[in-house]
């Protein structure tokens, strides 16, 4: 009701006493107390944990900070990181992982997933045992693929190769298997999480549609990519551009597994380059200006990516 009734004497109403204008707005407000607080507390973490960061990080990238004195350069930071000499090879190993971590790391898990997803035995056992790498610590993980790539017979891959009479390698102590090195560590640390995603996808397929295939003649390739293929066209395409968005930031693996730059620069990332100018070189504005640079790139690939897709995606 809009306003309360008063009775007169014979318990008639009399006239509606309207209440006050701002009764029903802060009755709602009331009412979803708790769902604003959840709203104005997830955007304060973003306005402190990454829009400040963001807009301080470009503000920054134009500036030059000397003895605690802050001036205005402009362009200068970009002039200057364009002639570093680890600037090139940063960003070429950082597209060459990209590229290599696609091949492997996003056509790899789904195929994995079609294939649990067929099993009518130990399927849950199997999707265990894929998802136990995510849960190791990645330092620990990759720890343990730095011992595995040791170049010598003690290393657990060219034991394996010595014993299948097949050459060894350098891995990552080679300028050409540096980068493959990288992707293999990386694939296997991330692949459980990739898998189950898609495993979700695949169940929620019509199982009439795999059977109309079938009665078609259709038989596994075709099934997969007439059938699945399109059913989890959206998730498949949200996989690709997370996956490129997340390789592109690699950091931690060249940074264990070849210590940072790697043999003639055959590692440094963009990430880890940022890394040496924040925290080696104590150059915080340079490091800024990487960072701007990645993420108009990320942003811009994002864009092109999604004007691209099919609009019903």
Not at 9 to 14: F, T
Not at 60 to 74: C, D, I, N, Y
Not at 118 to 130: D, I, M, P, T, W
Not at 258 to 282: I, P
Request: aromatic share 12%; glycine share 8%; proline share 5%.
């Amino acid at each position: 009701m809009d306003g309360a009734v008063r009775l007169d004497g014979a318990g008639l109403p009399a006239r509606a006493i309207p209440r006050p204008a701002g009764a029903a707005l802060r009755r709602r407000l009331v009412h979803n107390l708790t769902g604003h607080g959840f709203l104005i507390g997830a955007v304060v973490c973003f306005a402190v944990f990454s829009w400040y960061p963001m807009v301080r990080e470009i503000v920054m990238s134009f500036q030059r900070t000397r003895r605690g004195v802050t001036t205005w350069v402009g362009w200068h930071n970009y002039v200057r990181l364009w002639h570093d000499p680890s600037f090139l090879a940063a960003w070429r190993n950082t597209l060459t992982f990209t590229l290599l971590a696609l091949v492997v790391g996003y056509a790899l898990p789904f195929f994995i997933a079609v294939l649990l997803n067929e099993l009518r035995h130990a399927r849950g056992y199997l999707r265990a045992v894929v998802y136990l790498p995510v849960m190791l610590p990645p330092a620990s993980a990759l720890l343990l693929f730095r011992f595995a790539y040791d170049p010598s017979q003690a290393g657990i891959f060219n034991y394996l190769l010595h014993a299948a009479h097949l050459p060894t390698s350098q891995w990552v102590q080679s300028t050409s298997m540096t980068q493959p090195s990288l992707v293999i560590a990386s694939t296997w640390m991330n692949v459980g999480s990739s898998i189950l995603v898609y495993l979700a996808a695949l169940q929620n397929i019509p199982g009439e549609l795999y059977e109309a295939a079938e009665l078609d003649g259709a038989g596994l390739l075709r099934r997969l990519w007439h059938v699945t293929v399109p059913q989890t066209r959206l998730i498949l395409s949200l996989m690709f551009l997370l996956q490129v968005v997340a390789t592109m930031q690699v950091f931690i693996e060249p940074l264990i597994l070849a210590g940072g730059a790697g043999v003639n620069d055959s590692a440094t990332s963009v990430v880890y380059l940022m890394y040496q100018h924040a925290f080696k070189q104590n150059d915080l504005n340079g490091a800024a200006a990487l960072g701007v640079m990645l993420m108009v790139v990320l942003a811009g690939f994002s864009v092109a990516y999604a004007r691209l897709s099919p609009k019903q995606d």
